[in-house]
C-alpha cells in the first residue's frame, strides 16, 4: 500500500495551495481518508476527514471555512483545498487511510508534504 502526498510548498499568507494525495494497492473505497498535519514540536491533528463515499466531511475548528477535503473514488486520490493560509497552517501534512468493514484494522500513512507559510 502506498499514500503518496503532492502540493506542498512555500506560500505567503492569504494564498491557496491543494494538496492531492495518491493511493495504490488498496481497495480506496473501502477506506476513510482524512488530513492531518504536524508542526514542529507539537502533535499530529487530524484537520479534515472524508468518509468513504464522500458523504460525510469533518474539519477541525481552526480550517473550517478555509480548508475543502474531497476525493475521487475512481482515480484513488483524496484532496485538500487549503485557502486564505496562515502562518499557523505551517505543518507537514499527512494523507492517512482507514480501513472499514473487513478493512477495519488497516490504518496507512503517506510520507507527508512540508506546507509553509509566510507571513
Known amino acids: 500500500v502506498q499514500l503518496v502526498e503532492s502540493g506542498g510548498g512555500l506560500v505567503q499568507a492569504g494564498d491557496s495551495l491543494r494538496l492531492s494525495c495518491a493511493a495504490s494497492?488498496?481497495?480506496?473505497?473501502?477506506?476513510?481518508m482524512a488530513w492531518f498535519r504536524q508542526a514542529p514540536g507539537m502533535e499530529r491533528d487530524q484537520v479534515a476527514f472524508?468518509?468513504?463515499?464522500?458523504?460525510?466531511?469533518y474539519y477541525g475548528d481552526s480550517v473550517k471555512g478555509r480548508f475543502t477535503v474531497s476525493r475521487d473514488n475512481a482515480k484513488k486520490t483524496v484532496s485538500l483545498q487549503m485557502n486564505s493560509l496562515k502562518a499557523d497552517d505551517t505543518a507537514v501534512y499527512y494523507c492517512?487511510?482507514?480501513?472499514?468493514?473487513?478493512?477495519?484494522?488497516?490504518?496507512?500513512w503517506g510520507q507527508g508534504t512540508q506546507v509553509t507559510v509566510s507571513s
Open positions: 472524508i468518509s468513504r463515499t464522500g458523504g460525510t466531511t
Open positions: 492517512n487511510a482507514r480501513g472499514i468493514g473487513i478493512f477495519k484494522n488497516r490504518d496507512y
Open positions: 494497492g488498496l481497495t480506496f473505497s473501502s477506506y476513510n
